[in-house]
């Protein structure tokens, strides 16, 4: 008996010892696809952890509040800070839904992650039946990126007794290695060299805010990973700054493979620009074959966030910009619509806001 207790002891004491080993008082036999949290993401990470937010949300949403000033100290507006919803007509804009989010950021000591200035899935009707001369229609947009980046760069707050702006950087440019941006009237109407042009717009509107280009696939797609490199590489050619890269990361348990993403990325990281895991969320039920989240489907979900995070770490400290996960809760996701699967599970909390073993997997990534 006393043999038994002085296991016992000694089991105990171990876990205890070790949080860098977070499984070590896992029970095998749980086959429950939440747990009880013990950290927080943003209190394991050495650098920023982010989710999207709204202003409705923000504003009315109290328990999503909570988990996000728990989790998180990096936000991004879903929408709120796009093209559609700021430009409400010529040299007409409409900050609002923005500044309640900047304002919450700054009110918690929360950096804001801008996205995005120009996306040719956010253009407003307006703007898009605009009947002006391609001169006048070029100058529109080069009056609003100016007029919302300074906007924004007003807010400051202070850090580690230094003052920065509340707003730490912009997707410039989303998705512009599509047919649907080939066939965008940015090009039609400013030119091939529409995405160069914005970039400097950009710039002289904030000389230190850091300027991204954000996309997805550049985990699987080789292709557009060197389209990519060769925009950072002409651009830097003509001295435009560029400063990093977001790789949207909407991904499955499965695919792509660990040693395909590792490989891509190391093509982006060779052009020594900061990393973004911009968008991440990741699928279980691409086949639709559940109709519920299975304990397997949830362990392979754990694994996969484990995995993706540990890769992330491994970065160079000074190319890490942060992790950005694309919703709080499963029943959030905006993949449900995409795939038009209301039981598909991509992200670390359930329906009642419970963290997911997802979210173990995420915080053992970090170790």
């Known amino acids: 008996m006393k043999k038994i207790l002085l296991l016992c002891f000694i089991l105990i004491f171990s876990c205890n ?29 050495s650098f920023p952890i982010g989710n999207i937010v709204s202003a409705n949300k923000i504003e009315s949403n109290s328990q999503f509040v909570s988990v996000l000033l728990n989790d998180f ?26 500044d309640i989010i900047v304002s919450f950021a700054k009110d918690n000591g929360i950096r804001v992650f801008g996205h995005t200035l120009i996306w040719h899935s956010s253009i407003p009707d ?58 965008s009237i940015f090009r039609q109407r400013i030119g091939e060299d529409y995405v160069r042009k914005c970039f400097i717009w950009a710039r002289e509107a904030d000389s230190e805010v850091k300027l991204f280009y954000n996309d997805y696939g550049l985990e699987s797609n080789i292709n557009k990973v060197n389209q990519v490199t060769d925009l950072i590489d002409e651009l830097r050619a003509d001295n435009i700054d560029i400063d990093g890269v977001g790789l949207q990361m909407h991904i499955d348990h499965i695919n792509p493979l660990l040693a395909q993403i590792e490989d891509h990325l190391d093509l982006i990281i060779d052009k020594d ?3 973004h895991f911009s968008e991440l969320d990741i699928t279980v039920n691409r086949n639709n074959d559940i109709s519920a989240l299975t304990f397997d489907r949830a362990q392979s979900q754990e694994d996969r966030y484990r995995d993706i995070v540990n890769l992330y770490l491994n970065i160079p400290n000074n190319n890490r910009f942060g992790i950005t996960l694309w919703g709080m809760r499963d029943v959030d996701s905006w993949l449900l619509n995409h795939y038009n699967n209301p039981n598909e599970y991509p992200l670390l909390f359930d329906t009642g806001y419970n963290t997911k073993i997802s979210h173990r997997g995420f915080i053992e990534g970090l170790q």
């Not at 095998?28 to 993401?41: I, M």
Request: charged share 20%; proline share 2%.
């Open 273 to 275: 620009v900061l990393i």
């Open 73 to 98: 100290n990096s936000i991004t507006a879903e929408n709120d800070m796009k093209m559609r919803n700021i430009f409400t007509g010529p040299n007409q804009y409409d900050f609002s839904d923005g």
């Open 17 to 45: 010892e070790s949080n860098s080993n977070l499984d070590c008082c896992v029970d095998p036999q749980n086959q429950e696809t939440t747990y009880q949290a013990l950290f927080s993401l943003k209190n394991q990470a």
């Open 126 to 183: 307006w703007l898009q039946n605009y009947s002006g001369t391609d001169t006048e229609f070029e100058l529109l947009i080069e009056n609003y990126i100016k007029a919302t980046v300074s906007h924004f760069a007003q807010e400051k707050m202070i850090v580690d007794g230094e003052e920065v702006s509340v707003v730490a950087g912009w997707d410039v440019i989303n998705e512009a290695f599509t047919s649907q941006a080939e066939n």
